[in-house]
């Protein structure tokens, strides 16, 4: 019983991917407007209810992995070494991140389309407007349970404003680069410098703050 329902799950996360792959192709050939759901069932040989019972909405089809960045910055809070900071640890990923040239921050080829595709959809920039509320939303409950703040402190909702301004700033200056047509090495090696001067910008609260116990 354990293995079908295994097999029942992974022909479902198949099924899922391969209608978001093909959205995407035709998402980045025609425009995220010009595409509808119908035509994207066609292409994928599936029924438009199969469609909606993956995606609840449009923008879900083209922002399919929205969810790993709502927690992205948890992550990296929770998974903080001993002695480090909250802030530390973020700019530490960001930086292991760019070093790697990987595609979570945008540094691949191809970037440029997808942004494109976005920057000509109001829906899809609402949308990441939203997500870019609900990773703030996330980092300061985060934050508030890692240092035990009470309920009515504001300075978990401040600091998460000021590690979610790094994250948003250097997401946004390596679109900006992407778009402009320039290499992902190249735009790595200058994000670098981008973060250590965010970095030089936060004041020594936010760099010292949530702090994990050492021991």
């Not at 640890?89 to 540094?107: D, I, K, Q, T, W």
Request: hydrophobic share 45%; aromatic share 6%.
């Amino acid at each position: 019983m354990g293995m079908a329902e295994g097999l029942r799950e992974r022909k479902k996360r198949q099924t899922r991917q391969y209608i978001s792959d093909v959205a995407t192709g035709l998402f980045l050939a025609r425009g995220f407007d010009a595409v509808t759901i119908a035509e994207i069932a066609e292409a994928a040989d599936v029924s438009v209810n199969t469609v909606y019972n993956y995606f609840p909405a449009k923008e879900d089809l083209f922002l399919d992995r929205s969810k790993g960045l709502v927690d992205r910055l948890c992550r990296f809070v929770r998974g903080r070494a001993p002695g480090e900071s909250a802030a530390a640890a973020v700019l530490r990923e960001l930086r292991e991140e760019v070093e790697a040239v990987s595609p979570r921050v945008g540094l691949i080829e191809g970037y440029d389309q997808f942004m494109r595709v976005v920057h000509e959809a109001p829906t899809l920039k609402a949308r990441l407007w939203y997500l870019q509320q609900e990773i703030h939303t996330n980092l300061e409950e985060t934050l508030r349970e890692e240092t035990g703040a009470p309920a009515g402190d504001p300075l978990p909702g401040l600091m998460a404003g000021q590690i979610g301004w790094v994250h948003q700033s250097l997401m946004g200056w390596i679109a900006q680069e992407m778009l402009a047509g320039r290499k992902p090495a190249e735009v790595s090696r200058e994000a670098l410098v981008l973060l250590d001067e965010m970095e030089d910008l936060l004041g020594e609260k936010v760099l010292n703050y949530a702090v994990r116990a050492v021991g």
